[in-house]
């Protein structure tokens, strides 16, 4: 297995707010979220193969 040429990014952040926060810092949080991602897939050197995907998850051909 060739593992990708570059890391991604560890900014990126999935857990959402606690269960207090506003639906406008919701919003927020989910925004950003979506944006770094977005960002991140730009960089296709750090993206892992969709074949070690498939394979990790046990849907290999």
């Known amino acids: 297995m060739i593992g990708p040429k570059s890391k991604p990014s560890d ?3 999935f857990a959402p ?3 207090d926060a506003s639906a ?4 927020a ?3 950003q979220k979506v944006t770094k991602a977005l960002k991140q897939c ?3 050197e750090a993206m892992i193969p969709a074949a070690e995907v ?7 051909r």
């Open 11 to 13: 900014e990126l952040d």
């Open 17 to 19: 707010p606690s269960g």
């Open 24 to 27: 406008k810092e919701y919003e």
């Open 29 to 31: 949080w989910k925004l």
């Open 42 to 44: 730009e960089d296709r």
């Open 54 to 60: 498939w394979e990790s998850f046990g849907f290999e």
